[in-house]
């Protein structure tokens, strides 16, 4: 598929959840939703401080748009979709962020001016190696880039992806996919990123009866610690490194 089609799908998904209401489309206004988000918020922010300079790709409605404002840092947030940009721009209310409606392939900014490229569950959306490339490019050396994806290999989220049935019920756009840890691992590695950190977590969903919440979070952070069943965990977590130069590699912090 072309990519301008692949965009072009995305503005009018975009479209759609301005109608929906996003908060409401992601289930993160659900007691467990917001549990999560609030999980998903430190582990994207826990690195921005004050004068950090932040790309933000898909920012969307502006929900984590907000929270790294709070940190400090100079925030560019990005999207595609000029319906989810307005509404973000307008829910956000902070006039040190920069909003600006951009394709996360060809960036209107010089090389190496970012220290993050940071995003929730946007580049399942997107060509990842187009992306990727265009990330290493605007990265500082030794910038980091982290988000937060859907697993493949979550039952659900496998359903979701691979059944039309399931994928009309959620109003997935049409090429929107979700990514096994260790091939996103092998394409970070063809476009030079280093220390690379790929963790499944997430057994919480967001539809759980709040009564219920307490002891699936329980269960779920077992399940994390545990060899091959923390693989089918719904999210992963990503970060990588540009390195300072090709033969430098620097540990990645843990959130």
Known sequence: MMTDQRLEHEIAHGRRLKNLWAGKFWYWETPAGKLRWGRRVKMLSFHSVAGMQVLEVGCGVGYLTGELAQTGACVTAIDISPDLLEYARERVGNPGVLFKVENAYDLKCPAGIFDTVVGSSILHHLDVDKALAEFFRVLKPGG?????????LNPQIFLERHTALFGHLIRKSPDETAFIRWNLNKQLLRHGFGNIRIVPFD????LTPQWIIPFVRRLGTCLENTPVL???AGSLYIRAFKPTDPSTRQPAPTP
């Open 203 to 206: 057994f919480l969903h967001p």
């Open 230 to 232: 923390n693989e089918i």
């Open 144 to 152: 980091s880039i982290c988000f937060t994806e859907p697993n493949m």
